[in-house]
């Protein structure tokens, strides 16, 4: 079974949507003997974004009608991602950050490291509050992941991995993506949205079977 997993590094439901996922994946390697691969794909929640990125409290504030309503809304989706596992301190991030160069990160380092890839850029953004839109976070995400090299910074100063991103973005237009987390099964089933491991190994069960 494959699977295609639309994202962006700084929505906190694809965190909790890919932590359900390799929840799911464990249930069903239990059993299963069928393997499951993932492929990430890049989606940009504001691709119009200036490089800089603006501050995270106006961005949010305006999206979400307001600081009142901005401090519920990271309010529960602290507690959903604690139910499941993972961490969010919203008080440290301070900037939206255009995410290209992220994705572009992401694209070019090599298949086997993509998912601890967004992985770290998740951690570095809702846990560290970093700014991963800067060549800087992104050079110390890939030390610590332990594929950095000057090349692999060069090439990113270079504009290397736009050419995927630009066609994850198409793709992702192409077939009606319009939140995230978006999955793909197997080419033919489509699922948005951040659901629980169990609903979401269901849907593989019944993708397996042609159900």
């Keep these: 079974m494959h699977i295609d997993l639309y994202s962006d590094v700084v929505c906190p439901w694809c965190r909790i949507g890919k932590q359900n996922l390799y929840r799911a994946l464990a249930l069903w390697s239990e059993k299963n003997d069928e393997p499951v691969t993932v492929t990430y794909h890049a989606f ?3 691709p119009d974004l200036p490089e800089e990125g603006k501050p995270f409290d106006d961005v949010m504030a305006k999206k979400m009608g307001g600081p009142e309503s901005m401090k519920r809304a990271t309010q529960q989706v602290t507690q959903a991602g604690a139910a499941v596992g993972v961490t969010f301190h919203f008080d ?9 160069l992220a994705h572009r990160f992401v694209a070019i380092v090599p298949e086997e490291r993509k998912a601890e890839a967004v992985e770290e850029l998740f951690r570095a953004y809702f846990e560290e509050g970093l700014d991963v839109a800067q060549m800087s976070v992104i050079m110390l995400i890939a030390e610590r992941l332990g594929v950095f090299t000057p090349e692999l910074q060069a090439r990113l100063e270079n504009g290397e991995g736009g050419e995927a991103v630009d066609a994850d973005l198409k793709r992702a237009q192409q077939i009606g ?3 995230v987390p978006f999955f793909v099964f197997n080419n033919r089933y489509a699922l948005s949205g951040a659901y629980p491991a169990e609903e979401l190994l269901g849907l593989m069960s019944g993708v397996n079977t042609g159900v």
């Design 44 to 46: 940009q929640l504001d």
């Design 92 to 100: 440290r991030v301070t900037r939206m950050p255009n995410t290209r």
């Design 177 to 179: 993506v319009t939140g």
